[in-house]
T-cell receptor, first 115, second 116 residues
Framework: SQTIHQWPATLVQPVGSPLSLECTVEGTSNPNLYWYRQAAGRGLQLLFYSIGIDQISSEVPQNLSASRPQDRQFILSSKKLLLSDSGFYLC??????????????FGPGTRLTVT | AQKITQTQPGMFVQEKEAVTLDCTYDTSDPSYGLFWYKQPSSGEMIFLIYQGSYDQQNATEGRYSLNFQKARKSANLVISASQLGDSAMYFCAFNAGGTSYGKLTFGQGTILTVHP
């Protein structure tokens, strides 16, 4: 069966510091991968998605970047964090099956607080 | 652009009763998918149910069913026989077909509280 891991689970970082959040998927190959952010009490906003290694698309202009160095690894980064980067970051994967609407499964998330 | 609306910030239901969570969407795409996710206080997003725009029948998954009314652009979630463990935030989500690659647009969510 497939599993998705994210780390760290929680992170407190000062403004201006760099960021690296990691997501890995096990038990499948060539998944579509996604990064979402959730502000407190709000719905999720898609940040990036990837349909293959080194194929990254950004959905909103922001202070963040994403990379996919391996098939089942997705990394979210920032060179200098802003206060507005605080939130709950969720990674998700899908098999890319149109008949199932690209059904997505989420990782446990990383709670980021920028101070 | 697609839009998803959940008009109920919070809902209360008695244990063992059924509850309906509302979701409406706005799109001009002929092909799309509708999803419901559950988010407990732990934060994980749990997939509940999927409905494709061309599906003739309403989707069902155990105690969850999706009341899909295409002409009204609504996709309400019905939870039958509510349990205390159903207390959580529920999100409706949408993705367009074609080359959208599954990008989900989420509603604002509904907090469901199940009373014993």
């Amino acid at each position: 069966s497939q599993t998705i891991h994210q780390w760290p689970a929680t992170l407190v970082q000062p403004v201006g510091s760099p960021l690296s959040l990691e997501c890995t998927v096990e038990g499948t190959s060539n998944p579509n991968l996604y990064w979402y952010r959730q502000a407190a009490g709000r719905g999720l906003q898609l940040l990036f998605y990837s349909i293959g290694i080194d194929q990254i698309s950004s959905e909103v202009p922001q202070n963040l970047s994403a990379s996919r160095p391996q098939d089942r690894q997705f990394i979210l980064s920032s060179k200098k964090l802003l206060l507005s980067d605080s939130g709950f970051y969720l990674c998700a994967w899908s098999l890319g099956i149109p008949d199932r609407g690209y059904e997505q499964y989420f990782g446990p998330g990383t709670r980021l607080t920028v101070t | 652009a697609q839009k998803i609306t959940q008009t109920q910030p919070g809902m209360f239901v008695q244990e063992k009763e059924a509850v309906t969570l509302d979701c409406t969407y706005d799109t001009s795409d002929p092909s799309y998918g509708l999803f419901w996710y559950k988010q407990p206080s732990s934060g994980e997003m749990i997939f509940l149910i999927y409905q494709g725009s061309y599906d003739q029948q309403n989707a069902t998954e155990g105690r969850y069913s999706l009341n899909f009314q295409k002409a009204r652009k609504s996709a309400n979630l019905v939870i039958s026989a509510s349990q205390l463990g159903d207390s959580a935030m529920y999100f409706c989500a949408f993705n367009a077909g074609g080359t959208s690659y599954g990008k989900l647009t989420f509603g604002q969510g509904t907090i469901l509280t199940v009373h014993p």
